[in-house]
């Protein structure tokens, strides 16, 4: 049992999976596109990488990989929980940040003291 858990886990490293115990979730990081540089986790089903799913914590940046452009969770390939976005200036984009639902903003962001 030592011997197979040790292979899972040797095996999950090797091909790049973040979790041994979630074999379908990978680790994502590169450019696209408009939304620039980013770093998340995609969970691909049944093997299908082309059918690749958003889940977890995403982070996208400008250009400057040192601004965040958004920052929040992923569930099911839809924005889920709390979401920031920024402007280029760096000031938060009070009217995209909120609270979302299945990929669509249900509340604002509760105001800091």
Same mark, same amino acid.
């Given at each position: 049992?030592?011997?197979?858990?040790?292979?899972?886990?040797?095996?999950?490293?090797?091909?790049?999976?973040?979790?041994?115990k979630?074999?379908?979730?990978f680790?994502?990081?590169?450019?696209?596109?408009?939304?620039?540089?980013?770093?998340?986790?995609y969970?691909i089903?049944? +093997?299908?990488?082309?059918k690749?799913?958003r889940? *977890?914590? %995403?982070? #996208?940046?400008? &250009?400057?990989?040192t601004r965040k452009?958004?920052? +929040?969770?992923?569930?099911?390939?839809k924005?889920d *929980?709390? %979401?920031? #976005?920024?402007? &280029?200036s760096?000031s938060?984009d009070t009217?995209k940040?909120?609270?979302y639902?299945?990929?669509?903003k249900t509340?604002?962001?509760?105001?800091?003291?």
């Amino acid at each position: 049992m030592l011997r197979t858990a040790l292979a899972l886990l040797i095996a999950s490293v090797l091909l790049g999976c973040s979790d041994p115990k979630r074999s379908d979730v990978f680790p994502a990081t590169g450019v696209h596109g408009q939304e620039g540089n980013f770093e998340g986790f995609y969970k691909i089903p049944s +093997g299908d990488a082309s059918k690749k799913i958003r889940v *977890g914590h %995403w982070i #996208f940046r400008y &250009e400057d990989p040192t601004r965040k452009r958004a920052e +929040g969770e992923y569930k099911n390939g839809k924005r889920d *929980g709390d %979401w920031t #976005f920024w402007n &280029e200036s760096g000031s938060i984009d009070t009217e995209k940040s909120g609270i979302y639902e299945d990929g669509k903003k249900t509340a604002d962001l509760p105001k800091k003291k």
